[in-house]
């Protein structure tokens, strides 16, 4: 491999190399640079458009998959269809995420589009990490789209988190619950210098006792610009929740536009948004441990975002 792919695949993931039994997909520069499938994970590339079908056979236990993206130089425009079918009463962890490298002027882009469908009583970790790096002036572009539909008694948790690095992205999460499913996503952002972040979550809940909790928490520096907004739909006997948390610093703008519709008189749905900066009592706080300024303020960002 090359070297900056390890660099990224080591920055994205948990990643243990070739040799790691489970089954994966590397994805680099819009290409397949390795597959490997298990006895219960099977990875095949779709025939009418780039990407893949992951296959998670009914009943398995405890495998992860791993399905990195990578783009490892300027003037990539990479577009990819992955579609993941998780059979009944399985239970897996998926590690994804992208990372992008511009070394030039011109800008490279990562654009995946996820479709989860998950079979009853089924159970899937998300796990996904995004990263720009390189010392180039090009963009680094990352606009991920998921789509779930949740079979009943199935959950599904999303943990995603991109701390900066990418200049532009616009991330969009819909998500269609059957009776008893549950989604939980919990998305951490950081923003610096111009860069722009939006985020987007669609669900509907349309089973009784469906229900999400929708979690975001990001900081916006320097002159970024970020940008959430959350649509819950109760449309039967329900529960959903949705939080944005924000800590605003430099000159950096968050708008936070939280939206809940109950369509039935059972749906039980709450909306919270909170957007400030950090309190100087905390600041001085830490300092009295000897922290300096600069050491306490990184102190309190990465506890926020854990």
């Given at each position: ?24 997909n ?12 298990s ?11 780039p ?5 998670v ?58 479709r ?16 720009g ?34 200049d ?44 999400c ?32 948390d ?24 709450i909306?919270e948004a ?13 300092m ?19």
């Amino acid at each position: 491999m090359k070297s900056i792919t390890k660099q990224l695949l080591k920055m994205i993931s948990d990643w243990s190399g070739e040799e790691n039994a489970g089954a994966y997909n590397i994805r680099e520069d819009s290409g397949c640079a390795a597959r490997h499938s298990s006895k219960n994970v099977q990875i095949t590339s779709k025939q009418d458009k780039p990407g893949i079908d992951i296959v998670v056979q009914p009943g398995t236990k405890g495998e992860k998959v791993y399905i990195p993206a990578l783009v490892t130089h300027s003037g990539v425009d990479d577009l990819v269809y992955n579609d993941f079918y998780i059979g009944e009463d399985a239970d897996v962890t998926i590690v994804a995420g992208c990372g992008v490298c511009t070394e030039g002027d011109g800008e490279s882009q990562h654009n995946g589009i996820h479709r989860f469908f998950l079979g009853k009583n089924s159970k899937v970790l998300y796990l996904e990490k995004h990263i720009g790096i390189g010392e180039g002036r090009g963009g680094r572009i990352i606009n991920p789209q998921t789509y779930v539909e949740a079979g009943e008694d199935s959950y599904m948790e999303m943990e995603t988190t991109q701390i900066k690095g990418v200049d532009s992205t616009k991330r969009l999460s819909k998500a269609i619950l059957q009776a008893r499913a549950k989604l939980v996503i919990k998305e951490k952002i950081m923003t610096h210098e111009s860069q722009f972040a939006e985020t987007s979550f669609e669900v509907d809940m349309n089973g009784e006792d469906s229900g999400c909790n929708l979690i975001s928490r990001s900081v916006a520096r320097g002159q970024s610009h970020q940008l959430f907004r959350s649509r819950i739909n109760g449309n039967t006997r329900c529960n959903g929740h949705s939080e944005c948390d924000a800590i605003i610093m430099d000159k950096g703008v968050v708008s936070a536009v939280p939206e809940i519709t109950a369509n039935h008189v059972d749906a039980a749905l709450i909306h919270e948004a909170a957007i400030g900066k950090i309190a100087g009592e905390q600041i001085v706080k830490l300092m009295t441990l000897g922290l300096t300024e600069a050491e306490a303020e990184a102190c309190i960002i990465d506890g926020f975002l854990k």
